[in-house]
């Protein structure tokens, strides 16, 4: 077993690709500062910045809650690589010992840290939406949320462990990981749920340059080049209104209805998996588990009759209209508005009416 | 040139119902298939095969004896061989447990070209299996791979990013994981079907494989389930009135703007 008196801070793997930060860098630094701060013993969150020539970027971390940032600059890290960013991360973890290290659940943050994890013979937890180090904070989150009982842990028990809670067997059941026995303790994080804080300009902290020691021969992968696809633009995780369609639409066609749904109340097109795995819509709209976790102010489930792992990735939205034939799917009993009917008839009454109301 | 492909028997996840209740999984009549992206990784091995007949592919999972089903699954598609790791002593394994008992197994059965595995399971969804082999056997990875093609003692692949896609050569052996938009798993043929009825399907233990003990297992695993809930249930929201879909759709609205939603 580690000596834990060794380990100390929250360490967030900031990624960065081509020199800018991923959305869930700042995130996950907002997350990583309560958490400290909740640790207490004065625990500090440290950004830890892989690229080449990516210094600039530090001035950004700290604005975003960063107390320290460890840089690992080398002209080999300039592409992501399984190999190289493994070596570097698992040497400065090995020789500055966090107590914590989480990850974007990107599809770079879900190949380094498995990578990172078993090198080191750590445990690590995958998709966390989740993190508690308090054991009275993880109680109150038990009540509040959940249909768990607390009964059976102490509020003060002086744990400071990191529970780790993550949506598993695709969606509606939840499980909250420890790693008792090894450090670090090592997470992925979805992207969309965590919280980035308030822009501070003009923060600052402290810089740690990191030795890198990296040679051409360390990594075995090359990388003929990286290609941005000029996907249709899907901003899931930002959208107000969501209008989401599944397999109740039948075929591709149906999308051609939730396209014009959503133009006209300024929403976004999302999907269930059903319709993705159809061919109907590209995966990029697939709201759930394996797709995005969204948390709109409106989610129009049109169509989806709610397997659980569409469930999980929605269900958190404010408000949720669900539109269907059949009144005992699941998504009807989710739902704060349920209209069992024909969606091919509702929707462009709603499309139609809409405007109306606005003429008013 | 042999192969490994990595599979796992998992439940049918969008057949699975919550018992509004009791708040637990319902998994009675849910059926167990092989994993949706391990489909595409076996798929792939498959087509190597077909251009090289001369490829053996071997298909290994760890699990309980049902898991045989799925390896007879496996066989009727065109793998050569199966073999089935299955242990009480590597029971509960986590990710890390699971890896090494994989690791070892592999090994034994090895040594290997080419190891594909599907990128997660579908009731796991972690993604680390894959990675945590490749760790464990001192071998390249790629993730997420969407495109392949053999060139050689190299691999030319394309992994899949949340806005486009790299890529990549690698140099064999080397793991590779695979997504659905690798290929379209081709069905089960009736020779196929016939021959894994008869098929002779390997069974090894902890011992067989010669894994440490220590290393696999539920008491091994580094990481622990500390609580396992469900998430509370929304209050029951309305059901909106209304005769014709003109009406439900004015009467949705109306509460809408009334209660400043929109």
């Known amino acids: ?360 | 040139m042999k192969i490994a492909v990595c599979v796992k028997q998992v439940p049918d996840t969008n057949e699975i119902r919550i018992n509004p209740e009791t708040g637990t999984l319902i998994r009675d009549g849910v059926p167990s298939i092989l994993n949706n992206d391990d489909a595409n990784a076996l798929e792939q091995a498959l087509q190597v095969k077909d251009a090289q007949p001369d490829t053996e592919v071997i298909v290994v999972t760890m699990g309980p004896p049902q898991a045989k089903e799925m390896l007879q699954e496996c066989l009727a598609m065109g793998a050569d061989d199966a073999i089935l790791l299955s242990d009480r002593a590597l029971g509960g394994s986590d990710t890390w447990a699971t890896s090494n008992a994989l690791a070892a197994g592999l090994k034994k059965a090895g040594p290997f070209d080419l190891i594909f595995a599907g990128r997660q399971a579908i009731d796991g969804d972690t993604a680390q299996v894959g990675p945590q082999i490749a760790e464990k056997m001192g071998l390249a990875q790629v993730t997420y791979v969407k495109a392949f093609e053999l060139d050689g003692a190299f691999a030319t692949v394309k992994r899949a990013l949340e806005d486009g896609y790299e890529t990549l050569r690698v140099k064999l052996p080397c793991v590779l994981t695979a997504i659905k938009e690798l290929n379209t798993p081709r069905y089960m043929s009736v020779p196929g079907i016939l021959k894994a009825a008869k098929a002779d399907i390997k069974v090894w233990s902890a011992d067989d494989i010669g894994v440490d003990k220590t290393t696999v297992g539920l008491k091994a695993s580094p990481t622990n389930v500390f609580r396992s809930f469900t998430p509370r249930p929304k209050g029951k929201g309305v059901s909106v009135e209304g005769d014709t879909p003109k009406e439900q759709a004015a009467n949705l609205l109306a509460d809408l703007r009334a209660k400043h939603i929109i």
């Open chain 1, 1 to 360: 077993m580690a000596n834990f008196e060794e380990y100390k801070n929250i360490w967030v793997y900031t990624e960065q690709r081509g020199g800018r930060l991923m959305p869930v860098a700042l995130e996950l630094l907002g997350e990583g500062y309560r958490l400290s701060r909740e640790r207490g013993e004065g625990a500090k969150v440290c950004a830890v910045l892989v690229g080449s020539e990516i210094g600039y970027l530090a001035e950004e971390l700290y604005a975003y809650g960063a107390d320290m940032v460890y840089q690992m600059d080398h002209p080999l890290l300039k592409n992501y690589t399984t190999d190289g960013y493994t070596k570097v991360m698992t040497d400065a973890i090995k020789a500055y010992k966090p107590e914590i290290v989480l990850f974007g659940a990107t599809h770079i943050g879900r190949d380094l840290a498995p990578r990172i994890a078993a090198r080191l013979d750590t445990g690590l937890t995958a998709d966390c939406t989740r993190l508690d180090i308090n054991t009275g904070n993880y109680m109150k989150y038990l009540t509040d949320y959940t249909t768990a009982s607390s009964s059976g842990l102490e509020a003060n028990d002086g744990n400071k462990g990191l529970k780790q809670t993550r949506p598993a067997f695709g969606g509606n059941l939840m499980a909250t990981i420890v790693t008792p026995n090894t450090r670090p303790q090592m997470a992925t994080v979805r992207p969309g749920v965590m919280e980035k804080r308030e822009r501070e300009t003009g923060a600052s902290g402290q810089l740690v340059k990191v030795k890198v020691e990296l040679c051409q021969s360390d990594i075995q992968v090359e990388v003929l080049d990286v290609v941005k696809e000029a996907k249709e633009l899907v901003s899931l995780t930002d959208a107000d209104i969501i209008c989401s369609g599944g397999r109740g639409l039948g075929n591709a066609e149906g999308f051609e209805l939730i396209r014009r749904f959503a133009d006209k109340v300024g929403g976004v097109v999302g999907a269930s998996r059903a319709a993705v795995d159809s061919g109907w819509i590209d995966q990029s709209h697939q709201v759930g588990q394996t797709g995005t976790t969204v948390k709109p102010k409106i989610y129009f489930a049109c169509g989806i009759s709610g397997a659980i792992q569409h469930l999980a990735g929605m269900q958190t939205s404010d408000i949720i209209v669900a539109i269907n034939k059949d009144p005992e799917a699941p998504m009807m009993q989710l739902a704060d508005y349920a209209i069992c009917g024909d969606l091919k008839k509702v929707i462009p009454e709603l499309i139609q009416q809409w405007d109306e109301e606005e003429q008013q």
